[in-house]
């Protein structure tokens, strides 16, 4: 059962254009959501997240945007660049009070941005 | 502030026999978890120490095990190893509850 769904395995865009990275999940106990980039042979490096009371969170060209009612939160990457290029991980958390979580993550989008 | 360290980089090992990974946390983090990434499953938690003692546990064999020692480096032992366990081993840390957690680059494995 894949709680945190990302169905778009790649997705491709031209240099200055808008990038727009998808997930879904199903769990509606998630109360916090993180986006990781990856490079090969790299460990995945925090890229921007929000929390379920906001609906949209910014950090210069990176914007996410949470939609509670439909479980969907999509990363907008504008202007995109060829460096974006990468794989996008979207991760749920359960930041219960007191407890320890564990990310969930979803399966991956590769993003390349041609020049 | 140096990163998440993970030893080694790269490990080939036969079916049957065991492998210790180690991960080295940020200086002051004490949270530390451990990632299995397959091509076709994705990043799976396999599990989450804090102050030497396992807080949460995914999904996985007792093959797989885990210690952090009291300076909150920790290791990962999988025994009987099996084709399938072939992956990506990474490793993270977290200063605290609700803050990001930060990767190391991971461990190669490779079952032969």
């Known amino acids: 059962d894949q709680q945190v769904k990302q169905n778009s395995p790649s997705l491709s865009v031209q240099e200055g254009r808008i990038s727009i990275l998808n997930c879904d999940y199903t769990n509606s106990m998630f109360d916090y959501f993180l986006w990781y980039k990856k490079y090969p042979a790299e460990g995945p490096t925090f890229l921007i997240s929000?929390?379920?009371?906001?609906d949209k969170n910014e950090d210069g060209r990176f914007t996410v945007f949470l939609n509670k009612s439909a479980k969907h939160l999509s990363l907008h990457i504008v202007p995109s660049q060829p460096g974006d290029s990468a794989v996008y991980f979207c991760?749920?958390?359960?930041?219960?009070?007191?407890?320890?979580?564990?990310?969930?993550f979803g399966k991956g989008t590769k993003l390349t941005v041609n020049p | 502030k140096a990163g998440v360290t993970q030893t080694p980089r790269y490990l080939i090992k036969t079916r049957g026999q065991q492998v210790t990974l180690s991960c080295s946390p940020i200086s002051g983090h004490r949270s530390v978890s451990w990632y299995q990434q397959t091509p076709g499953q994705g990043l799976q938690f396999l599990f989450e120490y804090f102050s030497e003692t396992q807080r949460n546990k995914g999904n996985f064999p007792g093959r797989f095990s885990g210690r952090q020692f009291s300076n909150s480096r920790s290791e990962m032992n999988v025994s009987t190893l099996e084709l399938g366990d072939s992956a990506l081993y990474l490793c993270a840390s977290k200063g605290s509850l609700n803050t990001e957690a930060f990767f190391g680059q991971g461990t190669r494995l490779t079952v032969v």
């Open positions: 991760a749920a958390d359960l930041r219960t009070q007191g407890g320890s979580e564990k990310l969930v």
């Open positions: 929000i929390s379920s009371i906001k």
